[in-house]
Each structure stands twice: as C-alpha cells, then as structure tokens.
C-alpha cells in the first residue's frame, strides 16, 4: 500500500504515521519527491485497513498498488515525474540532450567535449570517472582526478555533470562532485549500490541492465526509491540479443512500456545502443519521435585517440546535424529541448 500525503504536510505528521505503521507490525518508507510525499508500506495489509489510514491527518490518498514496485509505479502518480539535476529539467514536456565523452582522459579532452556538447544543445554534461570494463586490462577511468576535472569543467562551462559511480563504497565521494550518479548497465542489479545511491541525495541515471526485463528494472529503481529518493530517470540503453551487427539492440518499445508502467522519466543512450557513429543520429531520431524524455550521447573530440568507445563517439562535423535534430524534431511530439544552461561567468 501507498500513502500519499497532501502538499505541505509535517515532518511531525509524516512521523506519527510511521510510528502508528509500527505499531501494527509493519515498515512504512518515507520518500519526498519536489512536490509530494509518498509512504510505502510492507507488511499485512488487512492491519493497515483497521488503522483507517484515510482518516489520518495530512492523508491526501490511500492506493493499493498492484504492481511488485510500488513507488516508481504509475498506479500512485497519474501524472509523469519531472526530475531536476541542479535545476536541469527531465521529464515533462521536455526534451533533455545529455552530452559528452565515454570517459574523461585529459582536462583539455573533457572541455572540449564539453563545448561540443553545448555546441549541440546539451544541458547536461556526461562522462565516466570510474568506468566498468570488461577486460581488467582496459582505461579504468581517473577516478578522483576525473571527479575533480568534470567540477573545473562545470564550472567553466556552466554545464552540471552526470558521472557513473560503480562501487557503494564510492558513492559518497562521486556524490560529493555530481550533480546526478549514474549506475550502469552492469551494476543495475547490484542492490548495495542501489541503496547506497538511494541515500546520496543525488537524482540517478538508473541505466537497464542488458539482459534486464522492464520489471527488473522497475525494481532496481524501486531500491533506490526505498531509500527515500525518487529523482530516479531509466534509461534505455539497449539489450542482448542474437543479432551482432549492433552492439547491442535498442529496444525502442521499452520506452512506452517502462512510461506505462512507470512515472519516472525514461531516457535512451543511442550510442550504446548501436556501438557505431552512424547509427547514433537515427537511433536518436526514433528514442524522439517514440517520445523518450531525453537522449545521452557520447561524444569525443578525437574518437580516433579515445580510450574507450571512441567508434561510437560523435565528432565535431556531427554537432550541426544533431544540434538540428533536437531542436526541431521534439516540437513535432509535443516537446521542447530543455534549454542550454548559461556558461558560469568568466574567472568563476
Ligand atoms: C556509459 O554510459 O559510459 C556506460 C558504461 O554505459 P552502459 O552502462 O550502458 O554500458
Ligand atoms: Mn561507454
């Protein structure tokens, strides 16, 4: 069940109903989005019913969710979930364009992908500190030192940064830099990290995991959402399957589905997706046109010299043609491309 609490109700209200949720036995989890709170809560249903739950004070409803994720599911929140990174809008009637490298390898790589990233429309800047490799062998990121660029690199271009955290452990330190965690395809199931992230108070990039049912994903970021957090965005990032001309195949359906299901935004990354430049422009066009609440993008200004994906990177003589895209495709959906924050003042 799901207690949804009427706008501006107490700290003092939200805790006596915890408490009461306790004294029949059961758990109730608090979780405050941007413009409401929801309680979850586990345990014997029939108990729940005699406290009269609707009665309570500060009660705005009371749901019985039929879904096995109750938080992120659509059945409490009708209307679609607006998350904000540093003031960034995803989700509602825009478009957000995330930008930037795979990895972050030199200062001077990052802020020119950066610039290519505004360049292209993007108001959020990607690129992974810590990166999860299948061969120990390969770039494992800078770790810190990449943290540290990423935040010059915000500073100078105004751009606020989403950048992958793989370990719970790390979760506080990349917290302390991003303005959004990233969890990866290869970690969607891995629930300390989950929790950890839910307890960061960060929004999280929840990446499906490539072998991950749309359920499975819906409870991945229900762990986070337990934790109190629900600025959770999917994204789509494309699946296993036997066709190997593409990395891995964009399940473009997944979209509508997961926005059924689901009140959270949901993104797609075209360019894991594919795995290859020339794909990354019409995978983009469908994520659009199929209504994604944004795409993320790699980009690089020297993918020949990348450390890691540079086939997938867009280079700069592809910026026109995306810049192009996501200002003019989103209006024939109902959307407009969330709007290029102002570059931080000069010396700041
Ligand atoms: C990435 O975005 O850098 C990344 C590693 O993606 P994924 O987890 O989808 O493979
Ligand atoms: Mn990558």
């Not at 700290?11 to 036995?25: F, K, P, R």
């Not at 979780?31 to 979850?40: D, E, F, L, N, Y």
């Not at 802020?111 to 959020?124: H, T």
């Not at 359906?253 to 990354?269: C, E, G, N, R």
Request: net charge negative.
């Amino acid at each position: 069940m799901v207690i949804v609490m009427a706008p501006g109700a107490s700290s003092d209200t939200i805790d006596s109903i915890v408490d009461l949720v306790a004294s029949v036995g059961g758990e109730a989890y608090v979780t405050r989005g941007v413009s409401r709170t929801i309680i979850g809560l586990v345990g014997d249903v029939q108990r729940f019913e005699s406290l009269d739950l609707h009665a309570l004070p500060g009660v705005a409803d009371v749901l019985r969710i039929s879904t096995p994720y109750k938080l992120v599911s659509r059945e409490n929140t009708a209307q679609r979930s607006v998350v904000r990174v540093a003031g960034v809008p995803i989700g509602g009637d825009h478009m957000t364009l995330i930008a930037g490298p795979c990895a972050v390898e030199t200062p001077e790589q990052t802020l020119e992908a950066a610039l290519m990233a505004r360049r292209a429309g993007a108001s959020l800047l990607r690129g992974g500190a810590y990166k999860p490799r299948t061969s120990p062998y390969a770039f494992q990121g800078l770790g810190e030192t990449g943290l540290k660029i990423l935040a010059d690199v915000r500073d100078e271009t105004g751009l606020p940064i989403v950048t992958e955290v793989v370990d719970a452990a790390d979760v506080e330190l990349v917290a302390s830099y991003a303005d959004m965690l990233q969890i990866g395809t290869r970690n969607m199931q891995n629930f300390a990290l989950l929790q950890a992230a839910g307890e960061a108070g960060k929004p999280v990039l929840l990446k499906r995991g490539m072998s991950a049912t749309i359920e499975e994903w819906l409870m991945a970021a229900e762990y986070i959402a337990q934790r109190g957090n629900l600025d959770i965005v999917l994204c789509e990032r494309g699946i296993r399957t036997f066709e190997k001309s593409t990395r891995n195949t964009l399940d473009i359906s997944a979209v509508p589905v997961a926005q059924q299901l689901s009140h959270l935004p949901v993104i797609v990354d075209p360019s894991h997706s594919g795995g290859k430049r020339d794909l990354v422009l019409p995978l983009s066009r469908a994520a659009i046109a199929v209504g994604a609440d944004g795409i993320i993008v790699d980009v690089h200004p020297a993918p020949e010299t990348a450390l890691c994906d540079g086939p997938q990177a867009l280079t700069a003589a592809d910026l026109d043609e995306l810049a192009h895209l996501v200002n003019t495709l989103p209006p024939l959906v109902g959307r407009t491309l969330t709007p290029v924050p102002s570059a931080a003042p000069a010396g700041v």
